[in-house]
């Protein structure tokens, strides 16, 4: 199920990053550090497309994934040369979730590029679609606090094959 792509890795960038619940901050309680995290990250997007990098590849979970999708989004406007990827585990994956991250997912979907990993749930999906990212790209924007999991593998997976790794995560900050 995984969609044909022709992508120069020398212009891609993925993005990995925390969940809400890992974030290291409550981002619901906390906006103005969610803000801030924003700003950084579109700060990040424009200097990816300054150095020429036109497509974006997000995994689409809730937290930093949808967050990053959405900056793309808007840099569209002012950009058009640059496409959002949907780096899908499998389809399905938004079902049951509240509605916030529905939208930001629905939204993300509509009118981009499409790549499902999986033709439904199974063990390593998740990891196989993080690895697929990271084989596509030369450049990771990442929020990556140190804790276990999967943005850890994907950090670590892309530091393993040479992508330049741009961390927005700052403790001194939190």
């Known amino acids: 199920m995984l969609h044909e792509l022709s992508l120069t890795r020398a212009h891609t960038c993925c ?29 990040a997007i424009l200097r990816a497309i300054e150095q020429d990098y036109t497509h974006f590849i ?9 967050w990053a999708a959405e900056a793309v989004l808007h840099l569209q406007y002012e950009y058009p040369q640059i496409e959002l990827i949907c780096a899908l585990p499998f389809p399905g994956m938004e079902r049951q979730w509240p509605d916030y991250w ?15 990993i999986a033709p ?17 790209s030369s450049r990771v924007i990442c929020w990556y606090n140190g804790n276990k999991g999967g943005t850890k593998y994907t950090h670590d997976y892309a530091k393993r094959h040479g992508c330049h790794i741009e961390n927005l995560y700052n403790s001194n900050v939190l």
């Not at 529905?102 to 499902?116: K, P, Q, W, Y």
């Not at 439904?120 to 596509?136: H, I, K, N, P, T």
């Open 15 to 43: 993005f990995t990053g925390s969940r809400p619940e890992k974030l290291g901050f409550d981002w619901q309680a906390q906006p103005y550090i969610l803000d801030m995290m924003r700003r950084d990250l579109r700060a």
């Open 58 to 66: 997000t995994g689409m979970s809730q937290g930093f994934d949808l």
């Open 102 to 116: 529905g939208r930001l997912f629905e939204a993300a979907l509509s009118g981009n590029i499409v790549c499902t």
């Open 120 to 136: 439904s749930y199974r063990a390593g999906c998740y990891l196989e679609r993080d690895r697929f990212m990271v084989e596509q």
